[in-house]
């Protein structure tokens, strides 16, 4: 279901839906990965203004499409100067994540050994990420972080998850040692006009 119509909506959707059809896993995210930063940059598609209105104090997220057909999701996300995410998770979904515009400085984890209820991580990598490309995200290396590195300019970015994704488990420090207190945290949708 197409939550708004947008310059080149149409193409995009086709592009997930060819994807979602390749049968495993990193097939399908590396099928959508590559057509996700194709389309990007060809410039074919234009996403509503409204997602490059920031919201306060967090980032935003607004549901462009959800397939009734395949299940999966479309959202994308705005990220105002120095907004980010804590470590979290997909709750076992694999996602596609594509910058927009702007900028993004993406984290990856490895979950370790739990520690009674605290868990603990360790970074195994990050990236900058631009417009144009693209990473994704398959269970379980799905632990990371999120953030604008920028001081002045706003990010945004198309992310295709494999279901509707209205929870996460979210980890925040506890100590100084790579030791987290794990969360679930609810996520609410942006209004998309």
């Known amino acids: 279901m197409l939550t708004t119509e947008f310059p080149g909506c149409q193409k995009l959707i086709h592009a997930i ?25 060809s410039k074919e598609i234009a996403l509503p203004d409204c997602v490059f209105e920031t919201a ?9 499409y959800h397939s009734d057909e395949y299940g999966y999701c479309v959202v994308a996300m705005t990220w105002g100067p120095g907004q980010g995410t804590p470590i979290h998770d997909h709750c076992g979904m694999w996602c596609v994540e594509g910058v927009w515009s702007g900028a993004l400085e993406v984290v990856q984890y490895e979950r370790m050994a739990d520690e009674g209820d605290l868990c603990r991580f360790q970074a195994v990598g990050s990236i900058q ?8 995200l398959i269970p379980p290396h799905e632990y990371h972080t999120i953030r604008n590195p920028s001081d002045d300019t706003v990010a945004v970015s198309l992310h295709v998850y494999s279901g509707n994704m209205t929870h996460c488990a979210v980890f925040q420090p506890k100590g100084q040692d790579e030791r987290y207190e794990r969360s679930d945290r609810q996520l609410s949708l942006d209004p998309v006009h």
């Open 129 to 136: 990420a631009g417009p144009g490309s693209a990473g994704s």
């Open 17 to 41: 839906d060819e994807a979602v059809t390749k049968g495993s896993t990193p097939a399908i995210t590396d099928s959508l990965r590559n057509s996700l930063c194709k389309l990007i940059r």
């Open 56 to 64: 306060e104090n967090r980032y935003a997220r607004r549901e462009l």
